[in-house]
């Protein structure tokens, strides 16, 4: 499971990629490993690919053109299968000397980076950056866009995301793994060409070919959350190319994912915590109004409630709010602090007046459902990349069984959902082609590394780790809550990214803003 989102859409929380965290080996939780640097020169293969021409198109949204790019399926066969991946850009608008192509991308893995730009990125980043820049975007391979994997209908989905992610017993535990195990057989029935193709490392040689043509020497590029893993993939195989890049809610690539995804547990658990501090505070917080950690016990005898007894929604698909559209809904608010209040709101009419719309409302936008129940395929290419990227974190209902105490420590609400969830990848019909590796990017210039000393997703430690790991990396911290730092409201990241982004000036690594 990789709860890792990084988008910010305007309306509201921000994905990070379901309840599926990916997996990795179970057993060192850290990798001593390093990534090694692609030859400079380009394969004969792929000179095609880096020499074609773009043609640029209106695509319906004002101020952008979109075009498709053509890459290889599989990067070690460069004649044989080809895909298209889609592009959007939104071009500099000026005053001042153009800088080149700035991409971006959101998170996920998962989430599209077109639907970023084009409702965010092109439109909220800082105007003097906007102005000097070609804002751009690429969904990766397998994502919205580009050949998008595909698993699962509307109504499957729902019974997907309802099913009891705690189980109590021998039965409950069959009916969890029959769901994963039901998702990862879709996937291969839908999409078997491209699971096998839809790694990081491909996603990262993509932007490489995008790179070049759009005419840039070098890449810049602000990742945040999975997004930073994508740049950070991209730095370690091509140092050289490295122009300016921002990694914005850091995550550590060197980590097991059975560590990886304690880890985020945790960071939920210090999210939730900030949460009930300020609930408590609060004349109608449904959890109290005095001390924090009972606020955890009871949102957790809630979810124990909602286990037995789901309670209506006002869905007209007939979706009741059980514990875990409930634990969803919850963590989704956990990404952004802007949406606290809306979440005492849906925890109190969920709580006193046996109504769950709210925290369904935001579970369905965590996991980009539509009102005519039909789901972006966000979750479908979250998996993919994941399960891919790594092995999986548990191979057996067994060994979640024993971590069970371990998750219980990092979050006593959210540990066993989170453990369980966590299983995903033991049933993928695709072995993983990744392993945990540092990254080191040597001879790359500064790349800044940003992390949220409170960020749910992605924690802090995380972000210390891939600026340490990086022989260039920049720390830059931000003292506060949410995911990610850049453009959520902080005068000095805003100010130290945008000088960073337009003049080049790295800041010195370990500054810290609030």
């Known amino acids: 499971m990789r709860i890792v989102r990084g988008l910010r ?28 640097a692609l030859p400079r020169a380009t394969p004969e293969g792929l000179v095609p690919f880096y020499g074609q021409k773009l043609k640029w198109r209106e695509c319906g949204v004002p101020g952008f053109e979109c075009s498709t790019m053509k890459a290889p399926l599989d990067y ?20 001042g000397k153009r800088l080149g192509s700035l991409q971006v991308n959101p998170g996920g893995p998962g989430g599209s980076a077109i639907g970023y730009l084009q409702s965010y990125a092109a439109l909220g980043y800082p105007q003097e950056v906007r102005a000097r820049y070609d804002m751009v975007a690429v969904d990766p391979r397998g994502v919205a866009r580009s050949e998008p994997v595909n698993c699962l209908d509307g109504k499957q989905m729902d019974a997907y995301t309802q099913t009891d992610i705690t189980p109590d017993d ?44 759009l005419g840039d020497e070098k890449l ?59 609930c408590v505070r609060q004349a109608d917080c449904p959890l109290g109004t005095e001390n924090p950690q009972d606020a955890g016990k009871r949102l957790k005898s809630f979810f124990d409630d909602l286990d037995g007894a789901p309670i209506p929604a006002g869905d007209p698909d007939g979706r009741k709010l059980g514990e875990a559209l409930a634990t969803t809904g919850v963590i989704a608010a956990m990404y952004d602090e802007a949406a606290w209040p809306q979440l005492r709101t849906a925890l109190d009419t969920a709580m006193k007046n046996k109504d769950g719309a709210g925290l369904l409302s935001l579970s369905d936008s965590y996991y980009e459902r539509d009102g005519d129940g039909t789901y972006a395929n966000l979750m479908f290419a979250n998996a993919a990349v994941n399960c891919l990227d790594l092995p ?14 371990d998750f219980d420590k990092a979050s006593p609400v959210f540990g066993k959902g989170l ?36 960020d749910p997703a992605t924690p802090y430690h995380w972000a210390e780790s891939l600026a340490d790991q990086l022989s260039s990396g920049k720390l830059l911290t931000y003292e506060g809550d949410g995911h990610t730092a850049y453009g959520r409201g902080s005068d000095c990241i805003d100010s130290t990214i945008n000088a960073y982004l337009l003049d080049g000036t790295a800041p010195k690594d370990g500054k810290r803003c609030s």
């Open 392 to 405: 999986p974190a548990f191979t057996s209902p067994d060994e979640v069984k024993k971590s069970l105490p």
């Open 76 to 95: 070690d066969k460069p004649g044989g299968e080809e895909i298209e991946l889609a592009v959007s850009r939104k071009k500099a608008t000026g005053p």
């Open 170 to 213: 021998t039965r409950e535990t069959g009916e969890l793994t029959a769901s994963f195990k039901e998702f990862a057989e879709g996937c291969e029935k839908r999409s078997a060409e491209m699971l096998p193709h839809v790694s990081t490392v491909e996603a990262a040689r993509d932007m490489d070919l995008l790179r070049e043509v």
């Open 419 to 454: 453990a369980w969830a966590s299983l995903n990848c033991a049933y993928w019909p695709v072995k993983a082609t990744g392993e945990p590796h540092r990254i080191e990017a040597k001879g790359a210039a500064p790349i800044v590394v940003a992390g949220t000393t409170r």
């Open 220 to 278: 810049t590029y602000v990742g945040a959350s999975y997004g930073t893993f994508l740049g950070a993939t991209y730095a370690g195989l091509y140092p050289d190319r490295v122009g300016r890049l921002v990694l914005d809610g850091a995550m550590d690539p060197s980590l097991s994912a059975r560590r990886m995804n304690r880890d985020q547990t945790a960071g939920f658990e210090t999210a939730f915590q900030s949460f009930a501090k300020d």
């Open 9 to 36: 859409t305007p309306a509201a929380v921000f994905l990070a990629a379901g309840l599926l965290i990916s997996g990795c080996s179970a057993g060192s939780s850290t990798a001593d490993a390093s990534m090694a």
